[in-house]
């Protein structure tokens, strides 16, 4: 599955249907590439205004790192099904040892995770286009951080329904704690971005 070669319709009359993929894991990387997206718009409305000359430089810039961004979301959301095959394969036929069900779970868990941490990657760009970007744009820059929001709560269930059956401790505490951190550390920035635009808002 390619999703930028499918309509709005057809992903999400997939994302409805009973396969297993997509699932919330990939339609999370979707949302997130949204969320650059957004980004991107305020970037866009932003720059050639005479306005926010002394700044041209900085958010030319943070839209190349948004572009790239999102171009990695979803070919991440592609990937978070290729990573949940073979552990689909393997709920069918439970005949690996403990050892390879670890590596499948590891593996499912690895996409979500790195999609938080693209995601995560970006909330500092949006943080400075909510204080620096177009004025009438402003409330775009809050919704690239709601989108990325949404897109690493999502994604942190995704990790944490596949390292709960990983049977190495270790590996699981190490996948897991930095899930946790990012999740919280992201949180805590999207409240403030949000109470950002609230205030410009008022």
Excluded at 118 to 134: C, K, M, P, Q, R
Excluded at 138 to 147: K, L, N, P, R
Excluded at 157 to 162: E, G, P, S, T, W
Aim: hydrophobic share 45%.
């Amino acid at each position: 599955m390619d999703v930028r070669k499918l309509t709005i319709e057809e992903y999400t009359n997939l994302f409805a249907g009973s396969d297993p993929a997509p699932g919330g894991g990939g339609a999370a990387g979707v949302v997130a590439a949204l969320a650059a997206a957004a980004g991107e718009m305020v970037c866009s409305l932003t720059l050639g205004k005479k306005k926010y000359e002394s700044i041209e430089h900085e958010i030319k810039g943070i839209a190349l790192r948004l572009n790239d961004a999102r171009d990695k979301l979803l070919s991440l959301s592609d990937k978070d099904a290729e990573a949940f095959e073979p552990l689909s394969k393997a709920y069918r036929n439970p005949v690996k040892n403990d050892e390879e069900m670890d590596i499948l779970y590891e593996n499912a868990a690895g996409v979500p995770l790195e999609i938080m941490r693209v995601t995560f990657s970006i909330l500092e760009e949006i943080d400075f286009l909510t204080e620096n970007g177009s004025r009438l744009a402003v409330s775009d820059a809050g919704c690239a951080a709601e989108f990325a929001r949404a897109a690493i709560a999502s994604e942190i269930l995704n990790v944490k329904i596949n390292t709960r059956h990983i049977k190495n401790q270790e590996l699981r505490k190490e996948i897991d704690d930095e899930a946790d951190v990012m999740y919280d550390a992201a949180m805590k920035k999207c409240d403030m971005i949000f109470s950002k635009v609230m205030e410009v808002l008022k």
